[in-house]
């Protein structure tokens, strides 16, 4: 994974709750197990019409929203079916980071593992931050994981938690098989202790 470290960067505001993970990548789009390309079906019922037309009005096909890393929600973001495919949508469309009240679970699991930081702030920090992402591209919001703040375009830092295991493995971008290989020599080790003591278990 690319390491998340600091992200400055076009906030798109989505007044929403319940985003579910249908909303964010249809389930038509679920075909396939690439990664990459995904980006064009997030939010695809939201900013296209059947004919594949774009619907102006959705935040993402506005300018400069369409350059957006930073994703601002209302509650319970992710909600829905277990999908990975929606944080890999989001990741290949460009989002970094979404910022809500909460999430669900499983989809507050699989974004660490898929290089995207969710933060819980409170819904009023939430609001506040929609209106500085909709001064557009002159209002831009730093996200410093090192440090744990987000700040906003007047400078005002606001602290988040994250847990330590997950800071470390964004920081330094590890996914589940990256933080094993870190520890491959400690592994290494036990297998050659095992051999040892039980040669016949390894022919």
């Known amino acids: 994974?690319?390491?998340?470290?600091?992200?400055?960067?076009?906030?798109?505001?989505l007044p929403m709750a319940n985003v579910?993970?249908?909303?964010?990548?249809?389930?038509r789009f679920l075909k396939t197990i690439e990664r990459r390309g995904l980006g064009r079906a997030a939010f695809a019922d939201m900013?296209?019409?059947?004919d594949g037309s774009e619907k102006p009005d959705f935040v993402l096909n506005q300018e400069p929203y369409r350059a957006a890393e930073i994703l601002v929600a209302h509650e319970n973001f992710g909600c829905g079916s277990s999908r990975e495919h929606a944080p890999w949508a989001l990741l290949d469309f460009g989002i970094r980071c979404v910022i809500a009240p909460d999430f669900a679970d499983i989809f507050f699991n699989n974004s660490f593992k898929n290089g995207i930081?969710?933060?819980?702030l409170p819904r009023a920090v939430c609001d506040a931050l929609m209106e500085d992402a909709r001064l557009g591209a002159n209002s831009r919001i730093t996200v410093d994981l090192a440090r744990q703040v987000v700040v906003r375009p007047n400078g005002e830092e606001i602290p988040f938690e994250v847990d330590p295991l997950r800071k470390h493995r964004l920081l330094n971008g590890l996914d589940d098989i990256g933080e094993t290989m870190q520890r491959a020599s400690v592994i290494e080790g036990f297998e050659q202790k095992q051999r040892a003591a039980q040669p016949w278990l390894y022919g």
Do not use: E, S
């Open 117 to 120: 930081l969710p933060i819980r």
């Open 20 to 27: 579910d993970t249908d909303k964010i990548i249809p389930a």
């Open 1 to 13: 994974m690319t390491p998340f470290t600091t992200l400055t960067g076009i906030a798109a505001p």
């Open 47 to 50: 900013r296209f019409n059947d």
